[in-house]
């Protein structure tokens, strides 16, 4: 039974037992699944005995219900010799055996309409045993260990999706500012003050204000050179997935800085990666790692890093020295909050970053993150989840979503 699906397996083989005359019932079809859950078969003994105690009820059913485990399994060696439809004694007064009517059924067997699986409505009474429907995995869960060079423009506009639909609750934090709310634990003064007025200067009704949560700010950071060529859109679709949900400021870079937040916040995924692509100018060049921090630090935007989880997508090849960038990964870490290196060869078996630049830059990482596959990205982006839930936030529950494995 490796393999099968237990449920259209019990509720097919049920149906079968009922145009025979059987009266098996879903309570009974219930019991077969949960029985082979508890105890899988390891034999075609056990697999009688399994069946036979879960849907027979009467004993005059015990005939009918070994004529059709025959006609199922008709190639299983060893099948239990069948029983007679009367006991010993004589007929059974108390559970009259009942012809099932087949003229006036229709496809489903017995079964409402709406509860019948495919596997169900389709069989019919033939020597060929019953019809089971194949397991196929998902659209999702063939393109997610994929390669990202071989995937065309529609399979990476699915998977962008996914991670959208990863990141779609994402944990909030507490701020200092505070708003009127009848949870509250604190007196607000003022309009307590206010609406004392009308009562004499008596604080009758006390108004209680809460702390204002809003969502723990994100920077991305997209290297979009020659040797992430292949990397390059899905990372896009991952930078607009934070820039839409979680509000993010997202930038690319190669040998310049190029901000991309406004671009990424389209409606429309294939249009909003397009407007970047066209904002890119030195896309697929050489990488200034470094220089493109400073620059970050430099600009209005840098206070956007301050207390923000700050996220880089690069394989680290860096034109820059690397001492230069190991000062500027300091400077960074001591303004963010978290800084976490999604790195497409981390996942590799073996891996270590010899590369002069990701050596220089992780001594300064919170995590470093394989980001190869998509499964990889959307495993990074629950990882985000979970390093931005700390004390003091609002933190959602980690379930596996969206489901990529069949």
């Given at each position: 039974m490796r393999g099968i699906d237990r449920a259209a397996f019990a509720v097919a083989f049920a149906d079968r037992l009922r145009h025979a005359g059987v009266q098996a019932g879903l309570t009974d079809v219930e019991d077969f699944v949960r029985a082979l859950a508890a105890n899988p078969p390891v034999s075609m003994s056990a697999l009688y005995w399994t069946a036979r105690i879960s849907l027979v009820r009467r004993h005059a059913d015990l005939a009918p219900f070994d004529r059709v485990f025959a006609a199922v399994f008709a190639d299983a060696p060893s099948l239990p010799p069948p029983r007679s439809?009367?006991?010993?004694?004589?007929?059974?007064?108390?559970?009259?055996?009942?012809?099932?009517?087949?003229?006036?059924?229709?496809?489903?067997?017995?079964?409402?309409?709406?509860?019948l699986p495919p596997a169900v409505a389709e069989a019919r009474e033939s020597d060929a045993g019953l019809r089971l429907p194949e397991r196929h995995p998902s659209a999702l869960a063939v393109l997610a260990d994929r390669p990202f060079e071989e995937l065309d423009g529609a399979q990476v506009t699915l998977l962008g999706d996914a991670l959208r639909a990863a990141v779609a609750d994402w944990p909030t934090r507490r701020t200092r500012r505070h708003a009127v709310g009848?949870?509250?634990?604190?007196?607000?003064?003022?309009?307590?003050?206010?609406?004392?007025?009308?009562?004499?200067?008596?604080?009758v009704e006390v108004v209680r204000e809460r702390p204002v949560r809003r969502p723990r700010r994100v920077v991305l950071l997209c290297d979009v050179s020659e040797s992430m060529r292949a990397q390059a859109t899905a990372y896009l679709h991952l930078m607009r997935a934070f820039a839409v949900v979680a509000d993010a400021e997202v930038f690319a870079f190669a040998t310049t800085l190029t901000r991309l937040t406004v671009a990424l916040r389209h409606t429309s995924a294939a249009a909003a990666v397009a407007l970047a692509s066209a904002a890119v100018t030195d896309r697929f060049g050489g990488t200034r790692i470094a220089t493109n921090l400073r620059a970050l630090?430099?600009?209005?935007h840098g206070d956007a890093v301050r207390g923000a989880v700050v996220v880089i997508g690069s394989d680290g090849w860096d034109s820059d020295p690397p001492g230069e960038l190991a000062a500027m990964?300091?400077?960074?870490?001591?303004?963010?909050y978290r800084i976490v290196w999604l790195n497409p060869r981390?996942?590799?078996?073996?891996?270590?970053?010899?590369v002069a630049g990701m050596a220089a830059a992780l001594p300064y990482c919170d995590r470093l993150l394989p980001a190869g596959t998509f499964r990889d990205l959307v495993d990074a982006a629950r990882q985000l989840q979970s390093v931005t839930c700390t004390d003091g936030l609002k933190c959602p529950t980690l379930t596996p979503a969206p489901r990529i494995i069949a």
């Open positions: 439809a009367a006991p010993p004694g004589g007929r059974d007064a108390v559970h009259v055996p009942v012809p099932a009517d087949t003229d006036d059924r229709g496809p489903g067997g017995g079964l409402p309409w709406a509860t009848p949870a509250g634990r604190r007196v607000a003064l003022r309009p307590t003050i206010a609406r004392a007025r009308r009562t004499g200067w008596e604080p630090l430099a600009s209005h990964m300091a400077r960074l870490r001591r303004r963010a981390a996942g590799a078996p073996g891996f270590v970053p010899r």
